[in-house]
């Protein structure tokens, strides 16, 4: 019972998605309204979680797999992919050695030395089952079968890839979705207020309790060496300069260089019989536990951050507390937020854009927070066109200024993570993503049998569209610059090699928000910018 109060437990990805979503369709559905945007917004947000959860199954089948292997005997090498996606490789299983049968026909030896009584114990029970001693065969034991072991071994990872196949497939189609609303928001005049089902002082209690389940389920999770192994090889290339290792930004994306040696931090109850086989292998990778406490801080402030900023957002921009609180419960109870909380590169750049959109009538702290956000993953560098249309009428130099400054800042510490082998120059084409676009090495839905030369078309596509933001919609108000965000970065999905469909935190608190929003088509730069 000493126990009891502080016996925490992780939580089953399945399980949380049914219940947060059965719990957001009664705090947020009007039933009275049955089709309204409302309800259907809310539609689109539950139907996130299948795609997760596909996910997740199958990368919970690819770390069962490697464990049955590890445990049959064959040494299995294990590497970060996509979102903690683990790729094994079976090596050939050492033949063991023959024993030379004993014939139970020999004579029993004295019982008097121990060290024969129990070898002639066996012979002597055996002989007492076959009472024709001088007919008996050899008792030995048969070996298992290599081939059987590696149909099976073959047979879980086809329908692993299954699974991650279709969790990335839905992810991207619900991805479509969520474009098409974002892009049409404009077009909604009427807005009615999108009032929970819930008192405010319920919300209170919703937010409080949700972000400290969500707080302890970071502070009381262990990754596992599958976990880490990305921030190993980043650290190795960045400050070991070992030649052999290949470059960060080609396994794990463009970024910040120490955004690539903070570890995933597994937020989500594993399978048993994976977590023991790969938990033990943690014990090697205690000399990362300063980085596994900086990356669950960041991780923990981030969501903080998103919290607040969606509390704050709805209070003062939108005028309702009551929807603020609302907006913190919904992102908190998505199953994405669970599941993918430990990501550092998934909650601070959304944590850090979701802040440059509230200070939004500051253009010098919202270009320091955009800066920061565009130096450290790369991607938000396509919303710059938005932003500076925005801005255009007032506030754009200073919008700019704090970009510059941000950005400046960044590129000088890179000078910390130069070596002879890692140069400033290479450092900088890590950060910006200074190459041509990339067809091999490919993570998420390309390695699963898209061609990945179908990224050049879409790339192509997505540049135009963000490009083309300079000259439409020609009055961008408050709302558009939420919207058209959200809508870029949920677009950035389709063409990302690297995982693209599981980023979703740097998009949804921006989307939450314009589903929550009231009119603010007076809202523009020249009227609202300090």
Known sequence: MSEFPWAFQQIEPTTWAYVSSLLMLALFFKFSRLWSIRN????????????????????????????????????????????????????????????????????????????????????????????????????????????????????????????????????????VLFVIRLFLDQLLVRRPALETNLSLGGLWLLVVSLLSFLIANITVSSPTRTDVSGAQSAAALLDMGQQTKPMVDQEMGPAYPMLHLL?????????????????????????????????????????????????????????????????????????????????????LPGALLLWAVVLYRYPFWSGLLFGLTMGLVYYPIFLLALWLSFYWERGVRMFLYGVGATVLLMILSLLLFSTEERTFVQNLQGMFGVWLPRVSALKGIWEFGWDPWFRLPLLVAFVSLGTSMVAWPIRKTFGTL?????????????????????????????????????????????????
Request: aromatic share 8%; proline share 8%.
């Open 482 to 530: 939420m919207a058209y965000s959200a809508a870029l970065l949920v677009a950035v999905q389709f063409w990302h090699g690297y995982g693209g469909g599981l980023f979703m935190a740097w998009y949804l608190p921006l989307t939450i928000a314009t589903f929550f929003r009231p009119g603010v088509h007076e809202r523009i730069a020249r009227h609202m910018v300090h």
């Open 40 to 175: 259907l917004d809310l539609v689109l947000l539950v139907l996130l979680a299948p795609g997760l959860l596909l996910y997740n199954s199958g990368v919970s089948l690819e770390r069962q797999a490697a464990v049955e292997l590890t445990k049959l005997g064959h040494p299995v090498t294990l590497s970060l992919t996509s979102g903690g996606l683990l790729e094994s490789q079976p090596e050939p299983k050492p033949k063991p050695p023959q024993e030379t049968p004993v014939s139970p026909s020999e004579p029993v030896p004295a019982s008097g030395d121990n060290a024969t009584a129990s070898t002639s114990l066996s012979e002597s029970d055996a002989a007492k089952d076959d009472p024709v001693q001088g007919n008996s065969e050899p008792i030995t034991s048969p070996a298992p079968d290599p081939n059987d072991e590696r149909k099976i071994w073959l047979a879980r990872r086809v329908l692993s890839h299954s699974f991650l196949y279709g969790g990335f497939l839905f992810m991207l189609v619900v991805g």
């Open 263 to 347: 570890p995933v931090i597994p937020t989500m109850l594993r399978d048993a019989n994976t977590r023991v086989g790969l938990d033990a292998a943690a014990l090697q990778v205690q000399r990362n536990e300063s980085m596994i406490w900086v990356a669950k801080l960041m991780a923990i402030l981030s969501q903080f951050a998103i919290v607040a900023g969606l509390v704050w957002m709805g209070g003062q921009h939108f005028g309702s507390w009551q929807n603020g609180a609302g907006m913190a419960t919904l992102y908190l109870m998505l199953p994405y937020t669970m599941q993918m909380s430990g990501a550092v590169d998934h909650v």
